[in-house]
């Protein structure tokens, strides 16, 4: 069993920056890939980035390319997802998610979620 905690979440401008963090207890977390995910109301929940076990491997979804760092600290048991040029498009709650294996892009292969942390960006 893997627990997941998102903090960092917030009200920002347009332009702003905001960093999320995802702390895992449970289970080894080096073992894991991780994923950040988010859900706008009305919307499917959708993939934002992934990153290996090692941190290896990093894919992020086309549309925060450039403007989302995917990272994690395997002795801090954490992943994090730092947001740059934030868009009033990027506004929805921000999930964390946990796999076995290799990175996903499908939130149906990810095991463990966290209960999300709210992004709401003004224009």
């Known amino acids: 069993q893997v627990q997941l905690v998102e903090s960092g979440g917030g009200l920002v401008q347009a332009g702003g920056s905001l960093r999320l963090s995802c702390q895992a207890s449970?289970?080894?977390?080096?073992?894991?890939?991780m994923g950040w995910f988010r859900q706008a109301a009305g919307e499917e929940r959708e993939f934002v980035a992934g990153?290996?076990?090692?941190?290896?491997?990093?894919n992020y979804t086309t549309s925060v390319k450039g403007r989302f760092t995917i990272s994690r600290d395997n002795a801090k048991n954490t992943v994090y997802l730092q947001m740059t040029s934030l868009k009033p498009e990027d506004t929805a709650v921000y999930y964390c998610?946990?796999?076995?294996?290799?990175?996903?892009?499908?939130?149906?292969?990810?095991?463990?979620w966290g209960q999300g942390t709210q992004v709401t960006v003004s224009s």
């Open positions: 998610a946990a796999k076995r294996s290799i990175v996903a892009v499908s939130r149906s292969s990810y095991t463990y």
């Open positions: 449970g289970r080894t977390f080096s073992g894991y890939a």
């Open positions: 990153i290996s076990q090692t941190g290896g491997k990093i």
